[in-house]
């Protein structure tokens, strides 16, 4: 058996987990965020021993059954992991060595605050936290120009527009590549579906 069918057959004897109820309106409505870690001794040693982990959960208890998945280890004294595959993080990359911290803490931003937090992580990497995340996002919108044209109606801009009778000739397209060279950016998740964040 390869290590990716292993993987896969490890998928297929566990149940997934829903959700819990968001009050983001994006939120996920697949299964928790799960890794997968090997023991690296069986491993190098031609051995597929590892584990599927669901890690919404605390750091500690993370690591708690990395250990026990090292302990019944096919090789003696094993001691080094890695994680090898992950799945349900919404485009989120994990590495091999990712710390453990900081994997539980992905995850739980990731249950709280749905698909818009992992869109953030793409365009932060390593930079994504929390506090960063919910000082600069704007919103989900269909496109670009949709943002530019409530931006303009937050800012009293379109009204302003309208009673000048100007309002037809706005060309909303060449307003939000404006807004978007200097003080936005967004990312695309999906067909007309795009979330919005200050620079």
Same mark, same amino acid.
């Given at each position: 058996?390869?290590?990716?069918?292993?993987?896969?057959?490890?998928?297929?004897?566990?149940?997934?987990?829903?959700?819990?109820?968001?009050?983001?309106?994006?939120?996920?409505?697949?299964?928790?965020?799960?890794?997968?870690?090997?023991?690296?001794?069986?491993?190098?040693?031609?051995?597929?021993?590892?584990?599927?982990?669901?890690?919404?959960?605390?750091?500690?208890?993370?690591?708690?059954?990395?250990?026990?998945?090292?302990?019944?280890?096919? *090789?003696?004294? #094993?001691?080094?992991?890695? /994680?090898?595959? &992950?799945?349900?993080? @919404?485009?989120? !990359?994990?590495?091999?060595?990712?710390?453990?911290?900081?994997?539980?803490?992905?995850?739980?931003?990731?249950?709280?605050?749905?698909?818009?937090?992992?869109?953030?992580?793409?365009?932060?990497?390593?930079?994504?936290?929390?506090?960063?995340?919910?000082?600069?996002?704007?919103?989900?919108?269909?496109?670009?120009?949709?943002?530019?044209?409530?931006?303009?109606?937050?800012?009293?801009?379109?009204?302003?527009?309208?009673?000048?009778?100007?309002?037809?000739?706005?060309?909303? *397209?060449?307003? #939000?590549?404006?807004?978007? /060279?200097?003080? &936005?950016?967004?990312? @695309?998740?999906? !067909?007309?579906?795009?979330?919005?964040?200050?620079?």
């Amino acid at each position: 058996m390869t290590e990716k069918e292993g993987f896969q057959s490890a998928r297929l004897q566990a149940e997934p987990i829903q959700n819990p109820k968001s009050k983001i309106p994006n939120r996920l409505t697949q299964a928790t965020p799960r890794i997968y870690v090997a023991c690296l001794a069986a491993y190098n040693n031609g051995k597929l021993h590892g584990r599927w982990i669901d890690v919404e959960r605390d750091a500690a208890s993370i690591r708690s059954e990395i250990h026990q998945m090292l302990a019944s280890s096919p *090789e003696p004294d #094993a001691e080094e992991w890695a /994680i090898h595959w &992950y799945e349900n993080w @919404e485009g989120i !990359e994990i590495g091999e060595n990712e710390d453990i911290e900081r994997v539980a803490n992905l995850a739980e931003m990731l249950m709280k605050h749905g698909v818009a937090f992992a869109a953030y992580c793409q365009y932060r990497g390593k930079d994504a936290e929390e506090e960063g995340f919910l000082e600069n996002y704007a919103g989900e919108y269909e496109t670009e120009s949709d943002f530019a044209q409530e931006l303009w109606q937050e800012l009293g801009l379109l009204q302003q527009s309208e009673n000048l009778g100007i309002d037809n000739y706005i060309n909303w *397209e060449a307003i #939000a590549r404006d807004l978007f /060279i200097s003080d &936005y950016y967004s990312v @695309e998740v999906g !067909e007309r579906q795009v979330y919005v964040f200050h620079r």
